[in-house]
């Protein structure tokens, strides 16, 4: 007997790869059509995604581009959800991965979500079948899944991985859908909805004075070309991680203060200097973002970089709040 669509579907949830069996052709032309196939469903959604926009996108659109009714195709997919899983999960298997690196980490997310972003431009609107779905498809895991790596070597704590994975996907299907839509009304549209900039200029100037900021910075509002603002908001997600590390690395070793005494903080790039005292004799130690701050660990950065010791006492440190202590 043959597997049914659910069947194929958790077969391929399980193993990567077109695992239908091509659907024999019924009628007078049958054997002169090419045999519908998961993969011949996938490549004519695409098609019609890349032509007409995702909103043109049904079963029954499909099935007519392939000169079939739309039974033919629940023979191979589940329902409309099951081809948007497929679709997604086609478009993420052409990003590109970087083994986990802590030193680079900030780059390869920004990397992995900017590959993204170009997948799913090429398809108008394609964006939104990733919308209010728990993917189960491998290639859209294996996304999730090395995103979710390369934060937890760049030191990033689980809960905030996890989160920020889930972020950063939303903010960057949200973007590219935005941008498909504008794109479209710039194609299709009657011109009304999107206006340009200094149209858009002139609108906030004719505000009325209840208005002061928006009138005042409406250069700044409207500032940014290309993808700006895409790359400003990865990078201030990115840039909070950041700050994350070196919070957690600073509440870790405070919170060792009955251990390893803390009179002095003095915030520097990356990172803190910390004025410590181990066995009453007072050390400076560089403490970067994500340092595993523990007695040991100050005690051998203590005796084997005297780089990092101070030049002046750590009583001295203290006392000048103006060095930024925090």
Known sequence: MSPTPQQRRAARHQQPGDASTPAARRGPSGGAKKPITVEAIISTAFGIVENEGYQALTMRRVATALETGPSSLYAHVVNKED???????????????PEPDPATWRQQITSICTQLRDQYLRYPGISQAAFAVAPSNLDTLRVSEGT??????GGVDPQAAAWATDSLTL?????????????????HGDGSWVVSRDELLRRFAALPGTFPHTKRYAAELTAGTGHDRFDFTIGLMIDGLARRLGNAGLDRLQALSGVVGVPAMVNVQDGYRLGVVIDGVPHTVFAAPGSPVTREWAAQRCADSARFRSERPVDELKARPSDGFR
């Open 148 to 153: 979710l790596a390369i934060l937890l070597a």
């Open 83 to 97: 081809l948007d899983e497929l679709l997604i999960g086609r478009l993420c298997a052409e990003i590109d991965l």
């Open 171 to 187: 903010y960057v299907n949200a973007y590219s859908l935005e941008i498909s839509l504008v794109n479209q009304q710039r194609r």
